[in-house]
């Protein structure tokens, strides 16, 4: 087949059209952030040396002129969250209170299906569980691979090996497991779960067709990834408690559940309380691993995969809305309390 760069003349001008743009974009951001602030220095290091030179009193800083400049820096993050978070908030308020269609208003009446509504309220259960379980189970887990693999052989690659799932996409894990809970009738079984049940001398089940088992199996998925996460971070917060502490409390003679519970952890609960809001986020806002796994059938749905269902798969646009508007408001108290909290360590 022979190359007709006529025919191919168009595909190669939207990608000289694309490294143009790129080049401006990249050039832009680097004049911005470098020339034109190394400009403001050169200018006035050489006021100062003018004014040393002919004795005459140092030119004061304009503050007006430096708001001025502050601003100029902040204005593409401004737009940035305008454009990408606080409109389309605000959209989906305003979509929230209107019908499917987004035509007529009907005021809160798609806030009051959310709790009227069966398979709603179940999905609201769902992700009560998940909130609840997931940053408890996840943080322990990660807790207790820090303590264990702290300052022990291999520390390093154990810590890799833990670590590694949470290099893995939410959709790969969940592939993963998904050939973890796989049913193939009678016989030999594909699932690793089920070959273990097999093997010990029980029957296969489809583990992701029978709930609330399904949704404790895919809150396995999320431990699983979320545990490494916890554990590097506690582990560092682990690693810089004061030696000096540490020798103290071992002169003093205490067991090693003493050390854990009068020292580690009081000196680690900053760290503690990051991983846990952290963690809690991500379960609010988690879609992936019910999407890939289940679709959110069988009982198993979420706020999120809820959200998607209506909004797109449905045209329900007010209730998908609706739906959002909820999981927004269910993050801000975890996002307050963590400001608060950062903001009373900086004051302590």
């Known amino acids: 087949m022979e ?94 209170l209107m019908d499917a269609e987004s035509d007529n208003w009907v005021g809160l009446a798609n806030y009051s299906w ?50 590694l799932p949470m290099a893995i996409s939410f959709v790969g894990a969940s592939i993963i497991w998904k050939f973890v809970y796989a049913y193939r009738g009678e016989g030999d079984q594909i699932g690793l779960l089920n070959q273990i049940v097999v093997s010990l001398g029980g029957e296969p089940k489809q583990w992701l067709l029978e709930s609330p088992l399904n949704t404790l199996l895919l809150i396995v998925i999320m431990v699983w990834i979320q545990a490494g996460f916890a554990m590097v971070v506690l582990s560092a917060a682990i690693k810089a408690i004061p030696a000096d502490i540490v020798e103290a409390a071992r002169l003093d003679g205490v067991t090693s559940w003493q050390m854990f519970r009068r020292i580690t952890l009081p000196s680690i609960r900053p760290a503690l309380i990051v991983v846990v809001v952290t963690i809690t986020i991500a379960t609010l806002k988690v879609f ?47 996002v307050i309390y963590q400001i608060r909290n950062l903001r009373q360590q900086r004051e302590g």
Do not use: C, H
């Open 288 to 334: 992936d691993i019910v999407r890939t796994s289940t679709n959110g059938n069988y009982d198993t749905s979420v706020i999120a995969n809820e959200m998607y269902n209506q909004a797109f798969r449905y045209g329900q646009n007010g209730q998908g809305s609706a739906l959002a508007v909820f999981l927004f408001i269910l993050v801000i108290p975890v």
């Open 114 to 163: 959310l709790f009227s509504e069966d398979s709603i309220v179940r999905v609201l259960i769902n992700t009560l569980v998940w909130v609840l379980l997931v940053p408890l189970v996840a943080t322990s887990f990660g807790l207790i691979y820090a303590v264990l693999v702290d300052r022990v052989r291999f520390e390093a690659f154990a810590k890799s090996l833990i670590f």
């Open 3 to 96: 190359f007709d760069f006529a025919e191919e003349q168009p595909k190669f001008l939207m990608l000289m059209y694309g490294l143009i743009a790129f080049v401006a974009v990249v050039g832009g951001l680097l004049l911005l952030l470098d020339v034109v602030p190394a400009w403001f220095a050169r200018r006035r290091e050489a006021q100062l040396v003018a004014a040393s030179a002919s004795g005459a009193p140092l030119p004061r800083r304009k503050k007006p002129r430096e708001g001025l400049f502050a601003l100029f820096f902040l204005l593409p993050t401004v737009l940035l969250l305008l454009i990408g978070l606080v409109v389309p908030a605000i959209r989906t308020v305003l979509l929230s």
